[in-house]
C-alpha cells in the first residue's frame, strides 16, 4: 500500500496530528488527510513527519575540496583566492571522478534532509578545455549519481564566457567552463532528448553571473529558454562587495538593480546570494517573485558577509537554502546560520519568525521548502496533494527530537546540536531512500569517493 500514517506532520499550513499520507505509483501525493484513525495494516512513521527540503544551490564537484583551502596563505585570504584554488582543483577531475564525488554528496545530502538539489553545473570540458566525445559526458555523471543516490535533480549547465566584467578573456585555468549560449541551447536540447524529464528530473539553466557573460547572450539565454518551453533560470549576483563596485564601474549600476531594470526578473529566476543589495534593491527584488538563493555555511566559509534577511523577509521575499561548497551539508545548519547571523547583526533574538508565527524553525523550515520548490521548477512544495511524496522521518531516539510536541521537537533539531543525525527515514518521489538512518548504497559509495579524493590529492 502507497501510504503512511503519521501521528504528526507539517504540512504547509503548520502541524497536523493523525494524517494519513497516500501516493500513487508515479510517486505523486494522492491524499494527506488530518485526524484520521489509524488502520490496523497501514505503515506507521516512527516520528514527527517533515516535508522533504530542496537544496537550491549546489557545485558538486567541490566537494572534495572540504579541508584543503582552510590555511593562511600570502596573499588574498578572501573569495577571490579560494577562487584560485578551486579552480586548480576543478582541472583535475574525470568524468568518473565527478561521478563518485557527485553519489557521495547525494547521499550525504539525503541522510541529512534534502531530497531534491539544483546542480549549478559549469564544467564541461576535458581537462585541455576541448570538448567530450559527448559534449554532456559531464551532465550525464551527474544525473547519474542523482539517480543512482535516488535524489531528485534540477540540472542547470552554466553559460560561462568571460573572466571579468567588460567582456575581459576566460583565463586558462577557465577553460573547461567556456561555452556559447548556442553550445548551451544544444547541451539543453541533447539532454532531454536523451535523458527526458519527470518527475525526479528537471532541467534549467545558469548564466553564471553578470560578469561571467555578456547582455547579448544573457539575452539570448533568456529568450531561447522562455515560452513554452520556460526553464528556472539561476545566477550568482551580488555575493562580493568587489563585484557590486565593479557591476558599478563597468554597468553604471549595481548587479541587482541591473537585472531589475533590464529584464522582467520572475518566479523562474534564483537570484544566488545577492549578499549585498541595498534595501531598495531588496524590496523590489521581494516584489518580482524571484527566489533568493541563500547558503549561510558556505558564505560564512568564503566571508562574504550577511545576507538582509529581516529586511528581505519582511519585505515578502521569496528564498531557500542551499549548500553551496558543501563545507556543510546539513538542513538544519543552514537554517540555523540564517537565524543566527541575523542575531549576532541586529542583537536580539528570534528575528526571523515572522509577523504570524511564534516558532522560528517552523516558519524557517516551512518557507524554505516553497521557495527551494520554486527554484527547481519541480512540483516539490510540501506536503500536499499533487506534490511529489517527498518527506523525512525526524528519530525520535536522541534526546532532542524526542520531546513531546513535534514544534519543539523541530525547534530543538534546528537549534540543537548534541550528536546524531536525527533523520531517521527519507522518502523521494514515493521512494524510500534512507531508512533507520542509512542508505542501501553508502558503503561502496563512500569507498569509491575515498579512492577518488585521494587519487585527486597525490595529483
Not at 584543503?68 to 579552480?87: I, K, Q, V
Not at 528556472?232 to 565593479?246: C, F, L, N, S, W
Not at 537565524?339 to 533574538?349: D, K, P, V
Request: charged share 20%; with cysteine.
Amino acid at each position: 500500500m502507497n501510504a503512511l500514517f503519521a501521528e504528526h506532520a507539517l504540512l504547509p499550513d503548520g502541524w497536523a496530528r493523525n494524517v494519513r499520507l497516500a501516493w500513487n505509483s508515479s510517486g505523486v501525493l494522492t491524499e494527506v488527510s488530518k485526524e484520521v484513525e489509524p488502520e490496523a495494516q497501514l505503515m506507521r512513521a516512527s516520528g514527527p513527519v517533515l516535508p522533504g527540503m530542496p537544496n537550491l544551490h549546489s557545485h558538486a564537484f567541490q566537494r572534495a575540496m572540504t579541508g584543503l583551502t582552510e590555511y593562511r596563505a600570502p596573499g588574498d585570504n578572501n573569495f577571490w583566492g579560494w577562487r584560485r584554488l578551486m579552480y586548480r582543483f576543478a582541472l583535475r577531475l574525470n568524468p568518473e571522478e565527478l561521478y563518485s564525488i557527485a553519489r557521495q554528496l547525494y547521499i550525504e545530502m539525503l541522510k541529512c534532509g534534502y531530497t531534491s538539489v539544483c546542480e549549478f553545473h559549469y564544467i564541461h570540458h576535458d581537462p585541455q578545455g576541448r570538448p567530450y566525445r559527448s559534449r554532456i559526458e559531464m551532465s550525464e555523471r551527474l544525473i547519474a549519481a542523482a539517480a543512482d543516490a535516488g535524489i531528485g535533480l534540477t540540472l542547470l549547465p552554466v553559460l560561462y564566457e568571460h573572466s571579468g566584467f567588460g567582456e575581459q578573456p576566460p583565463l586558462p585555468e577557465q577553460r573547461r567552463f567556456v561555452t556559447t549560449p548556442e553550445d548551451l541551447l544544444n547541451m539543453l536540447a541533447e539532454l532531454r532528448r536523451k535523458h527526458p524529464e519527470h518527475d525526479r528530473l528537471r532541467y534549467g539553466v545558469a548564466p553564471h553571473s553578470l560578469r561571467a557573460v555578456s547582455t547579448q547572450s544573457l539575452e539570448h539565454l533568456v529568450a531561447g529558454t522562455s515560452g513554452e518551453s520556460a526553464v528556472p533560470i539561476h545566477m550568482h549576483v551580488a555575493e562580493q562587495r568587489g563585484e557590486v563596485a565593479d557591476s558599478l564601474t563597468a554597468l553604471g549600476a549595481r548587479p541587482v538593480t541591473w537585472l531589475l531594470d533590464h529584464f522582467e526578473i520572475g518566479e523562474r529566476w534564483c537570484l544566488v546570494h545577492a549578499t549585498h543589495m541595498r534595501a531598495d534593491e531588496s524590496e523590489r527584488l521581494a516584489a518580482s517573485g524571484a527566489t533568493v538563493g541563500l547558503c549561510p555555511s558556505t558564505e560564512a566559509n568564503l566571508a562574504d558577509g550577511i545576507f538582509d534577511a529581516a529586511g528581505y523577509f519582511a519585505a515578502g521575499g521569496t528564498w531557500g537554502v542551499g549548500s553551496d561548497s558543501h563545507v556543510s551539508v546539513s538542513v538544519r545548519e543552514e537554517l540555523r546560520w540564517l537565524e543566527y547571523a541575523q542575531r549576532l547583526l541586529h542583537r536580539t533574538r528570534n528575528i526571523l519568525a515572522g509577523a504570524a508565527a511564534s516558532q522560528v524553525a517552523e516558519h524557517l523550515f516551512l518557507r524554505a521548502v516553497v521557495g527551494g520548490a520554486r527554484a527547481s521548477g519541480r512540483k516539490i512544495e510540501g506536503l500536499a496533494v499533487g506534490q511529489c511524496a517527498d518527506l523525512l522521518v525526524l528519530d525520535t531516539s536522541g534526546p532532542d527530537c524526542s520531546l513531546p510536541e513535534p514544534a519543539l521537537a523541530l525547534s530543538a533539531w534546528i537549534f540543537g546540536n548534541h550528536g546524531g543525525a536525527d533523520v531517521r527515514d527519507v522518502m523521494v518521489n514515493g521512494r524510500w531512500v534512507v531508512a533507520h538512518g542509512r542508505h542501501a548504497r553508502e558503503q561502496k559509495a563512500l569507498r569509491d569517493y575515498l579512492r577518488i579524493r585521494d587519487a585527486l590529492l597525490e595529483r
